[in-house]
């Protein structure tokens, strides 16, 4: 059981937008704790995707953005590709557990 | 650029213990902390701890008191994880990931390639 919560999958057709949600508390998004996004593509290690809530690093394309909003986070996705197709995992740290923390993760299946 | 290379898979004995390492480059190694995260078969990942090579010490999950020890070779560039008293549970792939801090909260800004760590009798 993830202390963060997010949907186990979402999907979309190519050229469409998804959004994926993270859950948290008051001891970790609510407590102002920036939230950040990693892609998994199969087989590979994460890859930072999203850092302090919505900015996105050098090389990745705009069509991903992030948001946060009281205890919870969204990752959107526009513009769908099949090379999107991946794992997704939202990240914060908690104060009562003194540490990062992460989401379940999401399944993003593009049609 | 910066590169984490770590160490070769890994199969243990239950009861034993594994020690993985992770080889920094393209970077100031002490201007960072490193952390080790893991990844059973099919499930997410899991923050197990960090150290700060230029101080010597760092903190860990909860969950991994007593079993882990994170420890770091600033003359090699390396970071290392140990975890003792293994069992099937710890069966999974340990990523090490290079910490970018923030006011609000750190994040891995670079990863490892993975080591699989595979626990079985």
């Known amino acids: 059981q993830s202390v963060l919560t997010q949907p186990p999958s979402v999907s979309g057709a190519p050229g469409q937008r998804v959004t994926i949600s993270c859950t948290g508390s008051?001891?970790?998004?609510?407590?102002?704790?920036?939230v950040h996004w990693y892609q998994q593509l199969p087989g590979t290690a994460p890859k930072l995707l999203i850092s302090?809530?919505?900015n996105r690093p050098s090389g990745v394309p705009d069509r991903f953005s992030g948001s946060k909003s009281g205890t919870s986070a969204s990752l959107a996705i526009t513009g769908l590709q099949a090379e999107d197709e991946a794992d997704y995992y939202c990240?914060?740290?908690?104060?009562?557990?003194?540490?990062?923390?992460f989401g379940g993760g999401t399944k993003l299946t593009v049609l | 650029q910066v590169q984490l290379v770590q160490s070769g898979a890994e199969v243990k004995k239950p009861g034993s213990s594994v020690k993985v390492s992770c080889k920094a480059s393209?970077?100031?190694?002490?201007?960072?902390?490193f952390s080790w995260v893991r990844q059973a078969p099919g499930q997410g990942l899991e923050w197990m701890g960090r150290?700060?090579?230029?101080?010597?010490?760092?903190n860990n999950a909860q969950k991994f008191q007593g079993r882990v020890t994170i420890t770091a070779d600033k003359s090699t560039s390396t970071a290392y994880m140990e975890l003792s008293r293994l069992r099937s549970e710890d069966t999974a792939v340990y990523y090490c990931?290079?910490?970018?801090?923030?006011?609000?909260?750190?994040?891995?800004?670079?990863w490892g390639q993975g080591t699989l760590v595979t626990v079985s009798s």
């Open positions: 990931a290079r910490d970018k801090g923030g006011s609000s909260g750190s994040f891995f800004e670079y």
């Open positions: 393209g970077g100031t190694f002490s201007s960072y902390s």
């Open positions: 150290i700060i090579p230029i101080l010597g010490i760092g």
């Open positions: 008051s001891s970790n998004i609510g407590a102002d704790s920036d």
């Open positions: 302090g809530n919505n």
């Open positions: 990240q914060s740290f908690d104060s009562s557990l003194s540490g990062p923390i």
